[in-house]
């Protein structure tokens, strides 16, 4: 996926990068291992595309785990399972996911 | 619970979740710990974890590597015996400031002093948040601690400049936000021959920050976003950390000098001629 | 590991320290760590002066605390390792003693006794701290402590005291007294082929069926070290077969009384006692360490005074020989028993005898062997 395809709105340049539309961003699909979740709101806050919201639901400790709000918009940093202190959360590239799929 | 989570392979899942309230940071240092293990391209049969008494103690029962759970304050001279018995061994020793520093203080002076091969990672919440949150060591002054209700009135220790000033060759201090500066510290840090030594500042939202009314963990942690200085290469001496005053991080020392095992052992071979 | 300074085999003049630290090194012990004090410093002065050329490890540490620890630390990094020291440091060395236990980690501890309490007389004999080697850790556990009686039972006890701790999977402490640490005499190393050694009980079956904790009948668990791929788990928390800890009663009584029980069960294999001419005896002498050296000169007085004096002299006070003191105790008209302290090993003594007979202390303060004369005057008197 083309870094353009994103949309203007999600990153915000103060020059744009000469090579912008060349450049392949990579896409991830976020997994959350809910009922590890102790609801601290790390990755919520520290997910540098805003990919996370906390939600309405109760895992088995009572905890509110978050829930993918911008799927599309993951980047698969890794950011969200270094963060997690509960080694509840992560990301795939999803090509990875795709050839993961197929076999 | 069967989902599975990438760094299960490293960790005693059968005991996840672990004992850790939500928004501490040590389980956040642990997934850079575990990173770092990945990274540093380490033989995981040949890493030992060893951690004293205290939340951040419990590192070693949860981390699928060999691990032992020592004395209060004794991580330090059990990793010693450990590192020199079998020098393959690559020891790292994960604890708390009040263990590390407080009862356990004079073994990390000398592990230092000795340049024993191993590499201390330190998580630092300024206080015993196990027991109840009592007053420690790293306590900023004027912070309150359940056992210094009205503030404490004692300096602390700076951890980096206490390493430096021990003879540490490796000595970084990160929060639990620098996830990624933490873990490459940390493979720096394993790659040292020698004392390394890593100081961890991180959110204890049930004691330090409710006791100081603090928020909670996130709160703490936007505390580091917006106070921490990166200073790479800082004196150890200009890094004092003051009651949520500016946290000077970085990496301060990166030296070289003879570990322990490899300098007597050389030299023991020079005078005696090494074993007949 | 051929090597001819490993094993000094032949006759030789040697204080009961240097024999005792030649004893650990022909035991295979390779790494020691201990901190100076007087009156034991002799034996980390000659390991340190050996451990080089024998590929050994010695390391000085910043206090007794440190040192024990240390050397749990290198036994479960595969090494037979040791320390020693004498009162002051003993009781600093009592909490990670207490971790050897719980982490069932063979070490050895010599305490070379001086007489106390606190720093006391550290340059002079005391036999004081038997009831704190029993004891002087918190918690429910049973330990081995052997007592010699001259430098070359130093020399002998030591490997044996290495051999135990391999056997039974628990620090063993070596009791001696600053009489026998700085008394020289006629020491025999025997060859090689002649010092029987016991291996590490090592586990070697694959690593996804190990349980640390899981014991064999003789309620010993077979042992790994690190560095192998087992990736084991060992706490001083309570901890279940895994090694994980357990906070519960239910675990608790699992694991303690077995600690307990693994050096009680084998009692009998691990008691070791040597009994003279108590067959016919009236009155038994029951000593050790340098108290039972003292005690023949008494007997000797006593028997050209017609009086049927045994002795019985503990090698292993703990294990406590109890069903053998109250076998004697039906037949005899009383146990003296000197001892350089106030009154420590008597009390167990009286509590084998249950009441049998009775148990006459010869006590001493500590700083000098008893004067045989008042042991004799003990022996005298119990048969009045």
Redesign the interface.
């Known amino acids: 996926m083309l870094l353009s395809s994103l949309g203007e709105k999600k990153m915000k340049y103060w020059r744009k990068p000469l090579d912008a539309d060349k450049v392949k961003v990579p896409h991830g699909t976020v997994?959350i291992?809910?009922?590890?979740c102790?609801?601290?709101?790390?990755c919520v806050?520290?997910c540098p595309r805003n990919v996370l919201e906390i939600s309405d639901e109760f895992n088995?400790?009572g905890?509110h785990p978050p829930y993918v709000k911008n799927e599309e918009d993951c980047v698969n940093c890794g950011?969200c399972?270094?963060?997690?202190?509960?080694?509840?959360i992560?990301s795939i590239l999803e090509e990875e996911l795709e050839e993961k799929d197929e076999q | 619970m069967n989902e599975k989570h990438p760094m299960d392979y490293l960790l005693r899942e059968d005991r996840i979740p672990h004992i850790w309230c939500p928004g501490c940071g040590i389980g956040s240092s642990v997934s850079c710990f575990i990173m770092a293990l990945e990274e540093s391209g380490l033989d995981l049969k040949k890493v030992a974890v060893v951690s004293g008494i205290g939340c951040t103690g419990r590192v070693a029962g949860y981390v699928k590597l060999d691990s032992f759970h020592t004395t209060h304050g004794r991580a330090i001279p059990f990793a010693t015996g450990l590192a020199l018995a079998n020098p393959d061994l690559k020891v790292i020793v994960y604890s708390g400031d009040g263990d590390l520093i407080a009862i356990g203080g004079n073994h990390f002076i000398h592990a230092a002093r000795r340049n024993v091969n191993m590499t201390v990672i330190c998580i630092n919440n300024f206080l015993y948040a196990m027991t109840g949150g009592q007053v420690g060591p790293t306590t900023p002054l004027f912070a309150k601690a359940s056992t210094s209700p009205y503030g404490n009135f004692e300096q602390p220790f700076n951890l980096v400049h206490l390493a430096a000033a021990s003879g540490a060759v490796y000595v970084a201090r990160w929060t639990a936000l620098h996830l990624r500066r933490l873990t490459k510290a940390m493979v720096e840090a394993f790659k040292k021959k020698g004392f390394s030594f890593i100081e961890v500042i991180s959110p204890c939202p049930t004691s330090y920050a409710r006791r100081n009314r603090l928020g909670d963990g996130l709160a703490q942690m936007k505390f580091y976003h917006d106070n921490s200085i990166i200073r790479h290469g800082a004196d150890p001496k200009d890094t004092d950390i003051g009651f949520q005053t500016k946290i000077v991080v970085g990496k301060f020392i990166d030296k070289e000098r003879p570990d322990h095992y490899t300098f007597m052992t050389q030299e023991l071979e020079k005078v005696t001629g090494g074993k007949k | 590991m051929s090597n001819d300074r490993e094993i000094l085999t032949g006759e030789h003049f040697m204080n009961g320290n240097v024999a005792c630290a030649e004893g650990a090194i022909a035991a295979g012990c390779r790494f020691f760590a201990g901190y100076p004090i007087t009156p034991s410093s002799e034996i980390a002065e000659r390991i340190s002066e050996r451990f080089p050329e024998i590929g050994g490890i010695f390391i000085q540490m910043e206090d007794e605390l440190a040192s024990m620890c240390a050397i749990l630390g290198a036994s479960w990094g595969g090494v037979k390792s040791m320390t020693c020291t004498s009162g002051p440091g003993f009781s600093l060395m009592q909490e990670n003693l207490g971790l050897g236990v719980m982490m069932e980690t063979p070490c050895v501890l010599v305490n070379i006794q001086r007489g106390g309490p606190s720093t006391g007389l550290p340059t002079l004999v005391g036999q004081q701290d038997m009831m704190q080697a029993r004891w002087g850790s918190h918690g429910d556990y049973e330990i081995i402590a052997l007592c010699p009686s001259s430098p070359q039972e130093l020399f002998d006890f030591t490997i044996k005291a290495f051999n135990l701790s391999e056997m039974y999977r628990v620090p063993v402490l070596v009791m001696g007294d600053e009489v026998v640490g700085h008394m020289s005499e006629r020491v025999v190393i025997p060859p090689k082929e002649k010092i029987k050694l016991l291996p590490r009980r090592m586990y070697t079956g694959p690593p996804e069926e190990y349980l640390p904790f899981k014991p064999d009948k003789d309620l010993v668990p077979p042992m790994v070290i690190a560095g192998e791929g087992y990736h084991i788990h060992i706490t001083g928390l309570t901890h279940d077969e895994k090694g994980y800890p357990e906070i519960s009663a239910e675990a608790q009584k699992k694991l303690v009384p077995r600690l307990v029980n693994k050096i009680k069960k084998n009692a009998d294999k691990i008691i070791e006692i040597e009994e003279s001419n108590t067959g016919d005896a009236e009155v038994i002498v029951v000593s050790y360490g340098i108290s039972a050296r003292t005690s023949l000169r008494a007997i000797e007085l006593a028997r050209e005074e017609g009086i049927k004096v045994g002795m019985l002299r503990l090698i292993t006070v703990w294990p406590f020989p109890e069903k053998r003191i109250y076998q004697l105790a039906s037949k005899v008209a009383g146990f003296v028993v000197p001892e350089i302290n106030l009154g420590q090993i008597v009390y167990e003594v009286e509590r084998a005898a249950k009441g049998k007979t009775r148990a006459t202390l010869v006590p001493h303060a500590g700083g000098h062997i008893h004067d045989p004369k008042d042991i004799l005057q003990a022996i005298r008197s119990t048969l009045k």
């Open positions: 997994r291992v809910k009922d590890r102790k609801g601290c709101g790390f806050e520290y088995v400790k905890y950011l399972e270094l963060i997690c202190p509960e080694f509840a992560y």
